[in-house]
């Protein structure tokens, strides 16, 4: 169905960021441009709009998710765990839980000093945020009064964010919490200022009780109707080639290499102006080492012809190891009424006619971003301070009406409370590496998000399960929350085994970035320079979640959207 072959610029991957980029080229008529996508569209899927329904999208045989396991993770008892990656047109805000945080003031300013490009200071980029964000009213129409600031928020934007649709009884208690104990955990009107530090109410990215995800808005009807814009689905590229033609030193890539059948009848699009690489934190460093961009040494042992020798390529692979811990809780109004079909079926009604009802917001409704107590902080005596600064969370709890989303249910019914604990600054490094014994294209890459090869990462882990233990023993909790999981609750009996627990529990957090990051114009390490274009080539910039040399401490999507509005700027400045 594609009128040809032939575009300004091919986009690889219809995800987070580059549906924005897609959006914002074609806004330039003269501009021709093509997206190719490896998951299905979008549109129709009940899960994905549904927001309290985001968990049926995580089954084993999902379609909407890559068939990703990662290597065995030593600091995890040697596990081999899923990863979770979205395939499907909007790729991970299609899947995603949907909570909206930028992150802090200074993960940006560290973006910023570390890549030497002011540009992607907090200040300069808070202008992308806000071009990305659409603030509206909760599914529910509540008072907000008190809930956050609009200070800091657009109501013109692109993606919808709310506050939570829906009122469950243990809100109440969250912020009575933070009035009990306002040194450990102050309350935060807005996390999303810059000053990420306390515990404040989610921001959603859902508009009208559905699911706001980068293919429901940056490719809406209205743009989707843009006859400048094609976006190709259920197609997967390969690799990025270099032009048969011109004999310069440094390689200029102007084709893209893609399937349908994942076996042969290989096609070709050519980019006459850019190649976009938007594939995620691990989709464009699998293309980038299956195109001969890596490791030259790595890759010509595997028989893979090297074109630029960038040994940062898959390295530097940062992703925040997270602990769910769950409680069993007096009350009948939790998640777990979704357990029940006829329950369910009376909320999706509700859903179907009205867009309201408890459907309309996913598992977690808190979220706390905080630094160590002190006790704690002298951890930093004696080895450097992972996250970006004060404004910064150490560790964050998400707090959830339910059992948490990757805890084992227990036998019967029951209701529960849970607090997941993140490291949100992990010392610990992976990589994204190809497969050696199966180094096709389509095979699934090797995946080591190593989580918690640095002790500091378990060290935070521990502080922040003991800290979540402290919050649910407020008197707002009494008589609401009863005793903890059996695997909690034998965590909780000496630190030796908290540390297992730990070890036994852990998973990734799925906010990966670092992959293929930016670095300052001659640095010898990085793999793109600050505006984004691809080091030691010409024709190839990576737009996505990998460019960010250190992982934002709040959820990874606001910022990637913020990362390709800029981008998408980026690119037109050079082809004004
Ligand atoms: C289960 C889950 C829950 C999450 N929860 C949250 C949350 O609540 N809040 C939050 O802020 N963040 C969350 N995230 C993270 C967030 O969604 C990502 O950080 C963000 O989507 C990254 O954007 P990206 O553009 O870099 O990559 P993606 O959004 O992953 O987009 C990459 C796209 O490229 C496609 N692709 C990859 N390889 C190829 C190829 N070879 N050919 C063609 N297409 C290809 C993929 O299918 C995908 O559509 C979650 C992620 C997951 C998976």
């Known amino acids: 169905q594609l009128p040809g072959l032939n575009y300004d610029f091919v986009i690889i991957g219809g995800g987070a960021a580059g549906n924005v980029v897609a959006n914002r080229l074609t806004e330039n008529p ?76 200074d993960d940006f300013d560290r973006y910023a000093n570390v890549s030497g490009d002011q540009g992607w200071s907090w200040d300069a980029m808070l202008p992308y945020f806000l071009k990305n964000e659409k603030w509206v009213a ?35 208690r969250v912020i009575q919490t933070t009035q009990e104990m306002p040194d450990e955990f102050p309350f935060n009107l807005d996390y999303n200022s810059g000053n990420t530090i306390g515990v404040g109410w989610v921001q959603y990215t859902i508009g009208n009780g559905t699911r706001s995800s980068s293919a429901s808005s940056y490719l809406g009807p209205q743009f989707m109707n843009r006859t400048n814009l094609h976006v190709l689905v259920n197609t997967q590229v390969s ?136 006790e704690n902080s002298s951890i930093f005596e004696t080895r450097e301070d992972p996250s970006a600064g004060p404004n910064t969370g150490h560790y964050e709890l998400e707090i959830a009406n339910g059992i ?75 008589g609401y929350v009863l005793e903890p999981l059996d695997d909690l609750a034998q965590a909780l009996t000496s630190d030796e085994a908290l540390e297992a627990y730990i070890r036994q529990t852990v998973v990734a957090n799925e906010h990966p970035v670092g992959t293929a990051a930016m670095s300052p114009k001659n640095a010898d390490w990085g793999v793109v320079d600050p505006d984004l274009l691809m080091k030691k080539a010409t024709g190839l910039r990576i737009i996505d979640a990998s460019i960010m040399p250190y992982v934002p401490s709040g959820h990874s999507q606001a910022p990637t959207y913020a990362v390709a509005e800029r981008g998408a700027d980026l690119v037109k400045a050079t082809w004004a």
């Open 30 to 105: 003269n501009f021709q441009v093509l997206v190719i996508e490896a998951g299905p569209s979008n549109e129709g899927i009940l899960e994905e709009q549904v927001p309290a329904l985001a968990l049926n999208l995580y089954a084993e045989d999902s379609p909407y998710l890559w068939p990703y396991m990662t290597t065995p993770q030593v600091g995890a008892n040697n596990a081999s765990q899923r990863f979770l990656r979205g395939r499907i047109l909007g790729g991970g805000t299609g899947v995603n839980e949907m909570f909206y945080s930028r992150g802090s003031s």
């Open 138 to 172: 909760p599914a529910d129409h509540h008072n907000e009064t008190g809930q956050f600031d609009p200070k800091f928020h657009n109501f013109t934007g692109m993606n919808s964010v709310s506050l939570a649709g829906y009122q469950w009884p243990m809100f109440s």
């Open 239 to 374: 690799r990025v080639l270099p032009a048969t033609s011109g004999k310069g030193k440094t390689p200029h890539f102007n084709r893209v290499e893609f399937s349908q059948d994942l076996k042969s009848a290989l096609f070709v699009a050519t980019a006459s102006k850019e190649v976009i690489l938007s594939a995620g934190a691990i989709g464009t460093p699998h293309i980038l080492m299956n195109s001969g961009i890596g490791d030259k040494k790595t890759l010509t042992k595997l028989g893979i012809k090297s074109l630029i020798d960038l040994p940062s390529v898959g390295q530097n692979f940062t992703e925040q190891p997270l602990v769910p811990n769950s409680w069993f809780a007096n009350s009948t109004d939790t998640y777990e009424n979704f357990n029940n079909e006829t329950q369910l079926d009376i909320d999706l009604a509700m859903w179907n006619q009205s867009r309201t009802g408890p459907l309309v917001s996913p598992i977690g409704q808190h979220l706390a971003f905080l630094r160590f107590p002190k």
């Open 404 to 478: 948490g989303l990757l805890t084992p249910i227990p036998a019967g019914d029951g209701h529960f409370i849970s607090v997941q604990t993140v490291c949100a600054a992990p010392a610990s490094r992976g990589s994204v590496t190809l497969n050696t014994t199966h180094p096709s294209p389509f095979n699934s890459p090797l995946i080591d998000p190593a989580l918690l090869m640095d002790s500091y990462d378990l060290f935070a882990l521990k502080v922040a399960i003991q800290q979540a233990v402290k919050f649910l023993s407020a008197d707002a909790w009494q």
